[in-house]
């Protein structure tokens, strides 16, 4: 069962992710195709031959990265990723790198402030997931565009990682508050419902917790603690609960 959701909701973000980014691809290929169009009706200068060379590479090389990206998330199997030290700068660095067209189609701007040499102990696909997860839905918050923003500090304090994620999007009354990380409750017509229970527990897997505070109007901000070393802050923190509400 728990394996079954774990496919079927990656399986829905494989989709939809893959209809964005072949969107998102088709515009640095119009762009290479005029490049080479303009080359092969003379171009007057070699310096100008040159630039339009440079620049159609640069288009290539941006839909090369592209694919890349959402390849490595689309092969992904969350039912065989091990627990390992991974860096979270550059993970979440991939992340938004793959969410970035999903978003373009929605009219938001992915902004990010991300630390270097940050390293946590966990599921690098399961974070991967539960991170996705959490952006799409933000996106998903705002019909009318806006802004997403991912921003990770280290509190050396608590020993933790703190992600931020935030949007200022439709934003949640206390009611649906209430429903997060219910398999299956869903406000949207093409919904699963089944997003945040994938992150929430995720989330839990790895030793940390998420906070979600959120107000009808305003938008939502998903903070997510991770602990920095592993097993050994998760045994101190064993009876914060994992999974916080608040109503903004
Ligand atoms: P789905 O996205 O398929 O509906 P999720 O489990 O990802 O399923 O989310 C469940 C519900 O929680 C959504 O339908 C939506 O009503 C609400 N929700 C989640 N994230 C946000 C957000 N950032 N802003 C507003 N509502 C949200
Ligand atoms: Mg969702």
Same mark, same amino acid.
């Given at each position: ?6 496919k ?11 209809? @964005? ?16 169009? +303009?080359l092969?009706?003379?171009v ?12 159609? +590479?640069d ?20 039912s ?20 970035? =067209? ?5 009219s ?5 402030r991300?630390? @270097? &040499?940050?390293?946590?102990h966990?599921?690098?696909g /399961?974070?991967?997931?539960c991170?996705?997860?959490?952006? /799409? ?11 997403? #923003? ?6 050396? #304090? @608590? ?6 994620i ?10 649906q508050?209430?429903r ?5 409750a869903?406000? /949207? ?5 089944? $997003?945040?229970?994938? &992150?929430c ?6 030793? $940390? #917790? ?8 305003? $938008?939502?901000?998903?903070? +997510? ?8 802050? #998760?045994?101190?923190? &064993?009876?914060? =609960?994992a ?6």
């Amino acid at each position: 069962r728990r394996i079954l959701t774990e496919k079927l909701d990656q399986y829905d973000i494989v989709s939809q992710l893959a209809a @964005s980014v072949s969107h998102e691809v088709r515009n640095p290929l119009t762009v290479t195709r005029g490049f080479l169009q +303009l080359l092969r009706s003379g171009v007057p200068t070699e310096r100008e031959r040159q630039h339009y060379i440079s620049l159609a +590479l640069d288009e290539l090389d941006r839909a090369q990265d592209m694919i890349t990206d959402y390849l490595s998330f689309a092969k992904q199997d969350p039912s065989n990723d091990h627990k390992t030290d991974f860096d979270v700068g550059a993970e979440l660095e991939h992340i938004t790198n793959v969410i970035r =067209p999903y978003a373009l189609i929605h009219s938001v701007l992915v902004e990010t402030r991300l630390a @270097s &040499a940050c390293r946590v102990h966990g599921h690098p696909g /399961k974070f991967r997931q539960c991170v996705i997860n959490l952006c /799409k839905n933000a996106i998903e918050a705002m019909p009318q565009g806006g802004a997403l #923003r991912v921003s990770m500090e280290r509190d050396d #304090r @608590s020993n933790e990682l703190l992600l931020t994620i935030q949007d200022e999007g439709v934003g949640m009354d206390g009611r649906q508050l209430e429903r997060i990380g219910t398999a299956y409750a869903t406000t /949207k017509e093409k919904g699963t419902g089944l $997003g945040l229970s994938v &992150a929430c527990r995720a989330v839990e897997e790895m030793g $940390g #917790r998420i906070r979600f505070r959120s107000a009808v109007g305003e $938008g939502t901000t998903v903070f +997510l603690h991770l602990p920095l070393h592993g097993e050994r802050a #998760r045994k101190e923190e &064993a009876r914060a =609960p994992a999974v916080v509400l608040e109503a903004a």
